[in-house]
């Protein structure tokens, strides 16, 4: 019979310190300005960019890195000036480059070119839902249901265990730890709205207690399936993390995979309220 491994503390540790470094300065970026967090999301987009050159790519990763951070830098900043089908076009457009100047160093193009429908879609919907009025609310909303849909998978996952969930691409995730985060990020997204802003304490949100916990489900299921997908993709690489930026977590891409399919939902979630429903 195989033994059932120990859990690794010493991980969990580190997960623990670089969230609390990571978390305040994330939120701080959304908080206080949209250009600071252009400036925040514009960095994330090289390293996301470089990490996933080196795993398509890893004999010589610097022409598609070079490729993919010009397109889904050009998606961003036309996101972010209002230019939303411009950037639409760009995700196309960067991806056709991608994949014609990653000829001759990675065996599979499409790969490469993958990367830009992958990275960039996120990218213009979580600096659009930004420029949104209460975008900063918005913006705090997606954080804390992605983070806490993730932290409670994790937590409940190890602390109940039970039947596989995908075990073919991700062997440590449960069914315990799905619903799990299912229901912390739920409770989040229904937390966020209703907390005070100073120093006059109108709510963070005007969004009624049902829309909240519609989008909070539905972005803590896209926080999961997001987290499923890069493991499959990782599988597909031949690789167990995305790099090793930040201990106890490994690549960039390895934290915010999630968040990335998130913000996607969150972006429509926040049409559809400007439209009349949830409020």
Same mark, same amino acid.
Request: charged content about 10%; hydrophobic content about 55%.
């Given at each position: 019979?195989?033994?059932?491994?120990?859990?690794?503390?010493?991980?969990?540790?580190?997960?623990? @310190?670089?969230? +609390?470094?990571? #978390? &305040? =300065?994330?939120? $701080?970026? !959304?908080?206080?300005?949209?250009? /600071?967090?252009?400036?925040?999301?514009?960095?994330?987009?090289?390293?996301?960019?470089?990490?996933?050159? @080196?795993?398509? +790519?890893?004999? #010589? &990763? =610097?022409?598609? $890195?070079? !490729?993919?951070?010009?397109?889904? /830098?050009?998606?961003?900043?036309?996101?972010?000036?209002?230019?939303?089908?411009?950037?639409?076009?760009?995700?196309?457009?960067?991806?056709?480059?991608? =994949?014609?100047?990653?000829?001759?160093?990675?065996?599979?193009?499409?790969?490469?070119?993958?990367?830009?429908?992958?990275?960039?879609?996120?990218?213009?919907?979580?600096?659009?839902?930004?420029?949104?009025?209460?975008?900063?609310?918005?913006?705090?909303?997606?954080?804390?249901?992605?983070?806490?849909?993730?932290?409670?998978?994790?937590?409940?996952?190890?602390?109940?265990?039970?039947?596989?969930?995908?075990?073919?691409?991700?062997?440590?995730?449960?069914?315990?730890?799905?619903?799990?985060?299912?229901?912390?990020?739920?409770?989040?997204?229904?937390?966020?709205?209703?907390?005070?802003?100073?120093?006059?304490?109108?709510?963070?949100?005007?969004?009624?207690?049902?829309?909240?916990?519609?989008?909070?489900?539905?972005?803590?299921?896209?926080?999961?399936?997001?987290?499923?997908?890069?493991?499959?993709?990782?599988?597909?690489?031949?690789?167990?993390?995305?790099?090793?930026?930040?201990?106890?977590?490994?690549?960039?891409?390895?934290?915010?995979?999630?968040?990335?399919?998130?913000?996607?939902?969150?972006?429509?979630?926040?049409?559809?309220?400007?439209?009349?429903?949830?409020?």
């Amino acid at each position: 019979m195989a033994r059932t491994r120990r859990f690794d503390w010493s991980n969990l540790w580190l997960r623990i @310190v670089s969230g +609390a470094i990571l #978390a &305040p =300065a994330t939120l $701080a970026l !959304a908080w206080f300005h949209p250009g /600071l967090f252009l400036i925040g999301v514009a960095v994330a987009v090289s390293v996301l960019s470089l990490e996933w050159a @080196v795993m398509v +790519a890893p004999a #010589a &990763p =610097a022409r598609v $890195a070079i !490729a993919m951070t010009a397109s889904i /830098l050009a998606v961003t900043f036309l996101g972010y000036g209002g230019f939303v089908r411009s950037a639409i076009a760009m995700i196309v457009f960067g991806a056709l480059v991608t =994949a014609i100047v990653s000829r001759g160093v990675t065996e599979r193009r499409a790969d490469a070119a993958y990367g830009i429908f992958y990275i960039a879609p996120a990218c213009l919907a979580i600096v659009w839902l930004r420029n949104t009025p209460q975008g900063d609310g918005w913006t705090v909303m997606l954080f804390a249901t992605t983070w806490a849909a993730d932290i409670c998978a994790f937590g409940v996952g190890n602390a109940f265990k039970g039947p596989k969930l995908w075990p073919r691409f991700s062997p440590n995730k449960t069914w315990s730890g799905f619903f799990g985060g299912l229901l912390g990020g739920a409770a989040a997204a229904v937390a966020v709205p209703g907390l005070p802003v100073l120093p006059h304490g109108q709510p963070l949100l005007h969004l009624s207690l049902v829309g909240a916990a519609i989008i909070g489900i539905a972005a803590s299921l896209a926080t999961m399936m997001g987290d499923l997908w890069e493991s499959m993709l990782k599988r597909r690489c031949g690789v167990k993390d995305s790099g090793d930026l930040i201990p106890g977590h490994g690549g960039l891409l390895d934290r915010v995979d999630g968040l990335m399919f998130a913000a996607v939902v969150f972006a429509a979630a926040r049409l559809i309220v400007h439209y009349g429903w949830a409020h």
